[in-house]
């Protein structure tokens, strides 16, 4: 196995884009992150080339391994509702952690969590309170969000998710408040 150094997390560029897209549809057969293959929306959109807050990308090597990004609440619906309530906040204090994925090749080098501390860190200094959705057959990541504190506020249903999937809305309790 070829040593490729620490992973290293930085902001997203728009170079990154097509990298990450193809990394995101690597390791889609195996995770099944999208649930949706192929995207009913342009790549882009997807990672949230135009409305995230943040984005970052994982390198390891000097190739890009791994993205994550927030953004604000978009519609005040039900999932922004379950998750202002969990967190005993408004809608307007919720930052959604999206897209977070990382290629086969960079697992087991602590990059998925990297990601995520770096984004809910951001989110928190934005005065936001972290929250997200994840599908319960993504195992690996409903895990890695579970290990770290994340607790589920509800199950809804979702037009983008089979019907008899429920799309977990999870919290991350902390420094920012009752949830």
């Known amino acids: 196995m070829q040593d490729l150094g620490s992973p290293r997390i930085r902001p997203r560029r728009a170079a990154d884009l097509p990298a990450l897209a193809d990394v995101l549809f690597a390791q889609q057969p195996e995770t099944r992150y999208p649930y949706r293959n192929p995207l009913p929306v342009p790549v882009e959109q997807f990672l949230h080339a135009d409305d995230a807050r943040a984005a970052w990308t994982a390198e390891l090597g000097g190739r890009p391994v791994g993205h994550v990004c927030w953004t604000a609440p978009d519609d005040a619906g039900e999932r922004?509702?379950?998750?202002?309530?969990?967190?005993?906040?408004?809608?307007?204090?919720?930052?959604?952690?999206?897209?977070?994925?990382?290629?086969?090749?960079?697992?087991?080098?602590?990059?998925?969590?990297?990601?995520?501390?770096?984004?809910?860190?951001?989110?928190?200094?934005?005065?936001?309170?972290?929250?997200?959705?994840?599908?319960?057959?993504?195992?690996?990541?409903?895990?890695?969000?579970?290990?770290?504190?994340?607790?589920?506020?509800?199950?809804?249903?979702?037009?983008?998710?089979?019907?008899?999937?429920?799309?977990?809305?999870?919290?991350?309790?902390?420094?920012?408040?009752?949830?």
Do not use: I, K, Q
């Open 80 to 179: 922004d509702r379950h998750c202002a309530e969990a967190h005993g906040c408004s809608v307007a204090d919720l930052g959604w952690v999206s897209t977070l994925f990382v290629g086969a090749a960079a697992r087991g080098h602590g990059v998925g969590r990297m990601l995520l501390d770096t984004v809910v860190a951001d989110v928190r200094r934005a005065g936001r309170r972290p929250c997200l959705e994840v599908l319960p057959l993504h195992a690996a990541a409903h895990g890695l969000y579970r290990a770290v504190g994340w607790t589920e506020a509800a199950r809804v249903s979702a037009p983008w998710a089979p019907p008899d999937v429920p799309v977990v809305l999870m919290v991350l309790p902390g420094a920012d408040g009752p949830a």
